[in-house]
């Protein structure tokens, strides 16, 4: 408890010095990152100039889907420990928190997560937290076996698989309820929450292995039109690799902690991933327009939430007519 303090002292006095370190390092990557694609960056100017917008179009429109049905896996888990929001809400909720992972640090998706359910009436922070937690775990699990599942139906990958299985099967058995539920006890414990985690039936875990799965797909989709948008031409069977892909970008983003987002070292480890699909310069131009898309997706689902919302309680704090007489 002690050393949790400790450092947590420490991080509040130097806000400043962190957030420096934090951007000089973000900056290093990205000079090396563009020093190392300098021969790249033209032929990719050129595919983005000469982009299908249509396409581009249809992949924030599938990016976007993907999104809206990626709610309803949040909201599972926590119909399964007693806990029931509307969708608007989950809606807002989630895509607060993706916004939130522009600000470096790596804390404030829980934390956007825990203040939008608190505004829904939703008070227990722990309980919110590990859902967000689990929420990210499982779905990074469904990531990794999207990615070796379509590994046979795509030559000439590139690709670290032996670090990314076996940090797919350390996360299956983190977010096993027999594992996560006494781990995550233990935590909050520490912290002054004294109540235990409500338990994860093992065939919610399944089916929310295989919806989460089905997500990754419909991000593959996404990613194969904003790929063809830039002339590239991958078959639909790659559309799961595409999926895996995605998923690996994603696990990127959590783990480079420096970065907003994952900027950069997301869209640099999708790029390797791309070139067993696209040209150097298609691939490079795709990345780019998936990191648009992403940004001005969340920003649109968001608003929509919102208007959602307003609309709802505009109707609720309506009164009801009388029935004539």
Not at 187 to 214: C, E, Q
Not at 219 to 231: D, H, T
Request: with cysteine.
């Amino acid at each position: 408890m002690s050393r949790l303090t400790d450092i947590a002292s420490f991080a509040s006095r130097h806000r400043r010095l962190l957030g420096a370190v934090q951007l000089v390092v973000l900056a290093a990557f990205f000079v090396s990152l563009g020093w190392a694609l300098r021969h790249e960056l033209h032929a990719a100017a050129h595919d983005l100039d000469n982009a299908n917008l249509a396409l581009f179009a249809l992949g924030c429109a599938a990016l976007a889907a993907y999104y809206l049905v990626f709610v309803f896996g949040w909201m599972r888990i926590l119909a399964e420990w007693g806990i029931t929001l509307s969708y608007p809400v989950a809606l807002r909720a989630e895509m607060v928190s993706m916004l939130a992972k522009y600000i470096p640090g790596g804390i404030w998706t829980p934390a956007a997560r825990v203040v939008a359910a608190r505004r829904a009436g939703v008070t227990d922070a722990a309980l919110v937290t590990s859902s967000t937690l689990l929420e990210a775990g499982i779905s990074a699990v469904a990531g990794v076996i999207v990615f070796v599942v379509a590994l046979p139906f795509v030559d000439n990958v590139d690709a670290p698989l032996v670090p990314l299985v076996v940090f797919g099967a350390v996360l299956a058995v983190l977010v096993q309820p027999r594992v996560f539920r006494p781990l995550a006890h233990k935590v909050l414990r520490r912290i002054g929450y004294p109540k235990d985690l409500p338990d994860l039936r093992g065939r919610t875990l399944s089916a929310l292995l295989v919806f989460y799965a089905g997500t990754w797909v419909l991000g593959g989709l996404a990613l194969w039109l904003l790929l063809r948008s830039v002339g590239a031409h991958p078959e639909a069977v790659t559309i799961v690799f595409l999926g895996g892909t995605a998923a690996v970008g994603a696990i990127v983003a959590v783990l480079f902690v420096f970065a907003p987002s994952g900027l950069g070292p997301r869209e640099a480890s999708m790029y390797g991933l791309l070139l067993a699909v696209a040209t150097p310069g298609q691939a490079l131009g795709a990345v780019a327009l998936n990191r648009l898309a992403l940004t001005a997706v969340e920003l649109l689902l968001l608003l929509v939430g919102g208007l959602i919302l307003r609309g709802s309680a505009r109707r609720a704090a309506e009164p009801a007519e009388l029935p004539s007489a």
